[in-house]
C-alpha cells in the first residue's frame, strides 16, 4: 500500500520560495503518476502540477506556470514542488497524490477522482 508525507509548509512572505516534499513508501513511485493539488479555505481542490510517470511530461495550472516547478528522484522514492515567487492567492493546503500503478491521466490530470493515494496535506501560508 502506497503511503504519501508531505513537507516542506510553511509562512513565507510574497516573492518568497519554498520547497514541497512529497516522501512515499510501501511501493515504488516509478510506476505512479504523481499530482499536486492546494485547497484553500472554502474552495474546492485544484490541480496544481503533475508529472506523467510514462512519458516524463510536466503539467502546470496557468495560475502557477512559470512559478512552479514538479520533479521527481525515484531513488529517493520521493517528489517536489518548488515554488517560487509565492503570492498570497497560492496560500493553501498542498496535497501531493498517486495514480494506481501504471496509469496516466494526462489529460485529465486535474480531477482528484483519478487519483487512488494521498497524503495528509502541508500548509502553505503566504503573507507579509
Known amino acids: 500500500q502506497l503511503q504519501l508525507v508531505e513537507s516542506g509548509g510553511g509562512l513565507v512572505q510574497p516573492g518568497g520560495s519554498l520547497r514541497l516534499s512529497c516522501a512515499a513508501s510501501?511501493?515504488?513511485?516509478?510506476?505512479?503518476?504523481i499530482g499536486w493539488f492546494r485547497q484553500a479555505p472554502g474552495k474546492e481542490r485544484d490541480g496544481v502540477s503533475y508529472?506523467?510517470?510514462?512519458?516524463?511530461?510536466?503539467y502546470y495550472a496557468d495560475s502557477v506556470k512559470g512559478r512552479f516547478t514538479i520533479s521527481r528522484d525515484n531513488a529517493k522514492n520521493t517528489v517536489y514542488l518548488q515554488m517560487n515567487s509565492l503570492k498570497p492567492e497560492d496560500t493553501a493546503v498542498y496535497y501531493c497524490?498517486?495514480?494506481?500503478?501504471?496509469?496516466?491521466?494526462?489529460?485529465?490530470?486535474?480531477?482528484?477522482?483519478?487519483?487512488?493515494?494521498w497524503g495528509q496535506g502541508t500548509q502553505v501560508t503566504v503573507s507579509s
Open positions: 508529472t506523467s510517470y510514462s512519458t516524463g511530461s510536466t
Open positions: 497524490a498517486a495514480t494506481s500503478w501504471s496509469h496516466d491521466y494526462s489529460n485529465t490530470w486535474t480531477l482528484p477522482s483519478n487519483y487512488k493515494y
Open positions: 510501501g511501493s515504488p513511485l516509478d510506476y505512479h503518476s
